[in-house]
């Protein structure tokens, strides 16, 4: 019966933190509409649509005709600009990122609302409304590059300035005693920083540990990758929101969608299949590590709510 409790407790808090992370402040779209000759339409709507969860939110058109949709959570979208008196123009293949802010433009067509111009993949994803420094982390990197333990903090090194080092450097002057009373050795300097100037948050929330460097709590635990959506690391001129003087680890974890999606899977490493090299001797020293598991993510309510867990 406890046993059942505690599964129970731990799979209400994965659909709890699903649920809020795709309400949570992550990226935006914003833009304008105009008709063929420039001028603003005012009063139009703007739809956009998540096409993997079907949630939907709307903006008008102020006297400019900019709209802005705000708190949108990670994924792929469509996005339809319609007016009394003009053709109703849907723009899909729109990716959102991470803390992006991806600018969609609108010229409609005199014509009937029942009209539709559909056009595909025609959304630049380069930003153009911040000046923040940075790379982004996304699945397709997380799933096809090698890692050792599975351990997303090794992926923040493919940034620019970013730099792994151990307990006792020289050029950061740390002692060992922190990182050792953690549990873990390695970590991570960005631009020369010191790493209690590294900000970790996922959905919004800090995830540094006691002593106030690197992920994973007093026990040094290290955050999986299968869980996480994507991640921007942050390096220079980003916003004061996220806090850290030296560089920013802004995640979002995975979500479920109106289909049923997930994985099992096996990682292996073993000393039978490394040869052996010149300093092994007669042998090649025993080794065998194997990391296996799953997830799961799908719809509690079609368009409403999604459970993930991993």
Known sequence: MRLFAVILL????EIGISHLAAQGTTAAILGTVTDASGAAIAGATVRVNNTGT????????????RFNAPNLSVGEYEVRASREGFSSVLRSGITLTVGSQNVVNFVLAVGTAQQ?????GDVTQVETTNSTVGALIDQVQMRELPLNGRDVESLI?????VQNYYAGSAAI??????????????????AGSRPEGVAYLLDDQNLKTFYNRGLGSITGTSLGVDAIGEFETLTNTYSAQFGGNGAVMNSVSKSGTNSFHGSVYEFLRNSDLD????????SVPPFQQN????????????DRTFFFGN
């Open 173 to 190: 002057g740390t002692g060992t005693g922190a990182n050792m009373r953690e549990g873990r050795d390695p970590s991570i300097s960005v």
């Open 10 to 13: 731990v799979a209400v808090g």
């Open 157 to 161: 090194q493919l940034s620019p300035g």
């Open 116 to 120: 539709t111009i559909t056009v595909q």
């Open 291 to 302: 990391q296996f598991g799953g997830s799961l993510g799908g719809p509690i309510r079609r």
């Open 54 to 65: 079907g949630q939907v939110q709307s903006a008008i058109t102020d006297t400019a005709g």
């Open 275 to 282: 040869a052996r090299n010149f300093f092994d001797g007669s």
